[in-house]
T-cell receptor
Framework: AQSVTQLGSHVSVSEGALVLLRCNYS??????LFWYVQYPNQGLQLLLK??????LVKGINGFEAEFKKSETSFHLTKPSAHMSDAAEYFC???????????????FGKGTKLSVKP | GAGVSQSPRYKVAKRGQDVALRCDPI?????LFWYQQALGQGPEFLTY????????KSGLPSDRFFAERPEGSVSTLKIQRTQQEDSAVYLC??????????????FGPGTRLTVL
């Protein structure tokens, strides 16, 4: 069975500083991995996804993530934080119990990012 | 174009009441998912539809939960005899094709249910 662990329920950075949000996964099969962002009172929005092509994935709003099989990690980074990045971020793995034919997601508990001026 | 919409956005129910939560997916999307997000947690899968067929309901927490999508578009999640532990945000998501594991899911804003 797949699972996701996000280290740190709350991360605080200064504006302009590096953003690093950690995600580790557990999967017995090659995973599909996703990062979603949730702004207050809004639905989740896809930032980026890994589907076994390039290990470095670039997403929207300047975010990127690197798939590292040896570390079972998929950490999210952004070189320079902006105030508008303050939100909650969720890492997810696609449930492959059905051989990849269904697609429901298994989410981590989320990391709330605060950006200080 | 319009995204996924959900109604109501907020619902307060007394314990024991029945509630119905509506999801309007993006037009033409084949797959529809319901998730439950408890406070401080990530979303958890409830059920999956491919068009009008409910192919997976393994995540529904009890037989008080029921979902339908009779014409393959709008979906309703019904909770009978609500309990306090049902308080959560209920999220609906749709995707264009049948639920391949790599497909992007588009999420609605959710319905926040509070059971008193």
């Amino acid at each position: 069975a797949q699972s996701v662990t996000q280290l740190g329920s709350h991360v605080s950075v200064s504006e302009g500083a590096l953003v690093l949000l950690r995600c580790n996964y557990s999967s017995s099969v090659p995973p599909y991995l996703f990062w979603y962002v949730q702004y207050p009172n809004q639905g989740l929005q896809l930032l980026l996804k890994y589907t076994s092509a390039a290990t470095l994935v670039k997403g929207i709003n300047g975010f990127e993530a690197e798939f590292k099989k040896s570390e079972t990690s998929f950490h999210l980074t952004k070189p320079s934080a902006h105030m508008s990045d303050a939100a909650e971020y969720f890492c997810a793995v696609s449930d492959k119990s059905y051989g990849g034919s269904q697609g429901n997601l298994i989410f981590g508990k989320g990391t709330k990012l605060s950006v200080k001026p | 174009g319009a995204g996924v919409s959900q109604s109501p956005r907020y619902k307060v129910a007394k314990r024991g009441q029945d509630v119905a939560l509506r999801c309007d997916p993006i037009s033409g999307h084949v797959s529809l998912f319901w998730y439950q997000q408890a406070l401080g947690q990530g979303p958890e899968f409830l059920t999956y539809f491919q068009n009008e067929a409910q192919l997976d309901k393994s995540g529904l927490p009890s037989d008080r939960f029921f979902a339908e999508r009779p014409e393959g578009s709008v979906s309703t999640l019904k909770i009978q005899r609500t309990q306090q532990e049902d308080s959560a945000v209920y999220l609906c998501a749709s995707s264009l094709e049948r639920g391949y594991a790599y497909n992007e899911q588009f999420f609605g804003p959710g319905t926040r249910l509070t059971v008193l």
